[in-house]
């Protein structure tokens, strides 16, 4: 037989295995998926979940070991069905009777926003009534509050979206190499006209809102004081360790307080910058950008990606933007106290290590599961 036919022959014969192999995979795959949770069918009626509780990382598994932001919400709230969607990075958990759902969605903007599309156009989901609850651990200013804290975000600010020229060329009568991408320098006024519909000042006070870039996100001010109402009260974790890094922070009158719930926006960045330069720098953006209406509260890297999907699923008729809350607690401060430099303050601290960790993400669940449990109860204000 002619070498090329024969090799021609084999190469057809494994074509047709592999193809055959995939196949197999495939289904079996599919197989073991229903088999996770072989309720879920798109055949059937879809889940309409009254509440959706977004996180943003888990260190190892959902259950069972060092927590990361989904894990207290699976343990606790019984969170047992383990749904995997296609396009998603981690498989939604639900409860029984599938009234409440979470997710782990980042990190960084795109992945957030990428996950949270998959999650909307499943057919299995029905989520066009459901309140959306983002929580995350952040860090937070001296200057505003303490570890442990718990805020309840107002404005989301996009911290990446513009001009940076490195400090040691910029001119030296600016405050920091950073400003707006259709500006010539920091700070430059107007930032918008007056009175126009980019001027924050305008935005509606009783839904969400965003501006033309989607750079600057107003949460639903309704939902949000209800939020902040019902949970304004709660005591929060501070332990020893946390006491004695407060006390390093002299001069920080905010810094040295028990933990409480508060209101404050927060600025996205996928940057995870930190210091009292870049602190300072985070104030003047979230003042100039929301034309004086917001006052930082959290720095985190995630938020403007997340909210800009449910923004998109709103449009698309998918879901309700109107109805999501934004809770971010204080796992870290973001730059140093006194008699420290940012270098020795930023590396004393590391991810899942940070001296608040574990008080943050006990805060956002006992904060976001009294609101979680009033959502499942009908009694959240309806946009």
């Known amino acids: ?124 989901f029905d989520l066009r009534q459901s309140y959306w609850l983002i929580n995350g651990i952040a860090g937070v200013s001296p200057n505003d509050g303490t570890m442990g804290a718990a805020f309840w975000t107002d404005y989301v600010v996009n911290g990446d979206l513009l001009h940076l020229i ?36 305008t935005w509606p006070k009783d839904q969400a809102h965003l501006n033309s870039r989607g750079t600057v996100i107003q949460l639903n001010p309704k939902l949000l004081h209800w939020a ?21 922070y002299t001069g920080f009158p905010l810094a040295q307080q028990t933990p409480k719930v508060a209101i404050g926006a927060n600025i996205a960045s996928e940057t995870f910058w930190h210091g009292r330069l870049m602190d300072e720098w985070a104030h003047r953006w979230v003042a ?21 999907a449910l ?4 449009q698309s008729g998918l879901a309700d933007w109107n109805r999501a809350l934004l809770l971010r607690t204080a796992s870290n401060f973001d730059a140093q106290p006194p008699g420290m430099t940012a270098e020795q303050s930023a ?6 290590a940070y001296t608040g960790y574990d008080a943050s993400l006990e805060s956002a669940y006992l904060v976001g599961s009294r609101v979680g449990k009033a959502i499942l109860a009908g009694k959240a204000p309806t946009p």
Do not use: C
Not at 289 to 305: F, H, I, P, Q, V
Not at 311 to 314: R, V
Not at 347 to 352: A, D, R, S, T, Y
């Open 228 to 248: 902040y109402g019902l949970t304004k009260g709660i005591s929060l974790p501070q332990d020893a360790a946390m006491k004695a890094v407060d006390a390093e």
């Open 311 to 314: 923004y998109s699923l709103t």
């Open 1 to 124: 037989m002619n070498r090329r036919v024969l090799l021609r022959g084999l190469i057809l014969v494994v074509s047709v295995w592999l193809a055959t192999a995939q196949a197999e995979g495939l289904a079996s795959d599919q197989k073991s998926d229903s088999a996770m949770d072989p309720t879920l069918n798109p055949t059937k009626v879809p889940l309409r979940p009254k509440l959706v509780v977004v996180t943003y990382f888990e260190i190892g598994k959902d259950t069972g070991d060092k927590p990361g932001e989904l894990q207290h919400w699976v343990t606790r709230d019984h969170l047992d069905r383990v749904i995997p969607v296609p396009g998603m990075t981690h498989p939604v958990r639900a409860n029984a009777d599938g009234s409440e759902i979470a997710v782990v969605v980042g990190p960084g903007q795109i992945r957030p926003a990428v996950n949270l599309m998959a999650l909307g156009h499943d057919a299995r």
């Open 166 to 201: 490195d400090p040691r060329e910029m001119p030296k009568d600016w405050p920091d190499g950073y400003y707006a991408i259709d500006k010539t320098r920091p700070g430059e006024e107007p930032r918008v006209p007056a009175g126009s519909p980019e001027d924050v000042r």
């Open 347 to 352: 590396n004393g601290e590391q991810h899942g």
């Open 288 to 308: 100039y950008e929301t034309d004086g209406k917001a006052r930082l509260g959290t720095t985190a890297m995630n938020d403007s990606g997340a909210l800009l």
